[in-house]
């Protein structure tokens, strides 16, 4: 199909190299016009001269225009999408479409129902990259892709590729036990629930420091259990926990304090007060100077 731009009711006439009519229209109201030759064009470089005549007979000078047919569609390889992969979950609404194609084809990625997502063309390496132009809603969603030559012709479209969308944030996990105010060893475990398949991670800030106490898998049921990885010093503490889902979003925390209790020695022995220890070094003395028995 041909197209141009003339002053509207003039007759366009095209002309091949020899001076063969290719084909004839008449410029519209808008000043456009189009016009499909009457013989299919043969393969390769062509220049057509192109003139348009008034009511009156008058014949412009002749346009030249210079097209390239290519018909050879089983010259395009249909393309790949490497990224994002089949089956991820991502919060990212406007992910990155990568992949590899015949260099210099340009590649279009949509939706299975058609739905334009975003295009590229491809680079002398075959390498191809494009980003969608507007956010994608929520949910499951199928893509494809398929490469032109810029001559028209489409490769096959490339395999589905089906990721899930999810920008929402789970609910803040709830800390069952331990218990707000209560006092633990010092490798306390933790427990509570969550959004089924989250992770749970329980972690401490001291300073502008975060230190992660230990992180669970909620189970079916929303149910996690986690029991510190490094030993707590002694003394009041106050844990987070945050969930986070399989898409990556982080729900805000929950937190618990308590106290973690001195360990006492392996001997049973305890510290002695400032000023018994003399004191008991002096009955000692005594009692050896007379013979007594020191209880």
């Avoid at 062509?46 to 412009?60: I, K, L, R, W, Y």
């Avoid at 012709?153 to 789970?170: K, W």
């Avoid at 805000?252 to 022995?269: H, L, N, R």
Wanted: aromatic share 4%.
């Amino acid at each position: 199909r041909l197209a141009g731009t003339g002053e509207p009711g003039n007759d366009i006439t095209v002309y091949d190299e020899d001076g063969n009519v290719v084909c004839t229209s008449t410029v519209d109201p808008d000043g456009f016009w189009t016009c499909v030759p009457d013989e299919p064009l043969d393969e390769g470089e062509q220049t057509f001269e192109v003139t348009q005549t008034d009511p009156a007979g008058n014949e412009s000078d002749p346009a030249d225009v210079t097209i390239t047919v290519n018909t050879a569609v089983e010259a395009i390889t249909a393309p790949v999408i490497l990224s994002p992969e089949d089956g991820d979950v991502t919060n990212d609404n406007t992910p990155t479409f990568s992949g590899v194609a015949d260099a210099g084809t340009t590649v279009t990625v949509s939706l299975e129902d058609g739905t334009f997502v975003c295009e590229a063309t491809v680079n002398p390496d075959g390498t191809w990259e494009c980003v969608p132009g507007a956010p994608l809603p929520d949910g499951e969603h199928t893509f494809v892709a398929v490469s032109d030559d810029g001559a028209g012709n489409e490769s096959d479209p490339s395999a589905p590729v089906t990721i899930t969308i999810d920008t929402v944030a789970p609910e803040p996990p709830v800390i069952i036990t331990p218990e707000d105010g209560a006092t633990t060893g010092p490798l306390p475990t933790f427990s509570g629930t969550a959004e089924p398949g989250s992770t749970v991670r329980v972690e401490e800030v001291v300073g502008t420091v975060v230190y992660v106490i230990c992180e669970a898998v909620t189970d079916a049921d929303g149910n996690w259990t986690c029991t510190a990885t490094t030993p707590l010093s002694a003394g009041e503490h106050t844990a987070k926990a945050i969930a986070v889902d399989e898409a990556g979003n982080e729900s805000d925390p929950d937190q618990v304090t308590f106290t973690v209790a001195p360990v006492q020695a392996e001997d049973d022995t305890y510290d002695v007060p400032e000023g018994i220890g003399s004191t008991l070094d002096a009955l000692a003395n005594d009692s050896s100077a007379s013979g007594g028995i020191l209880t």
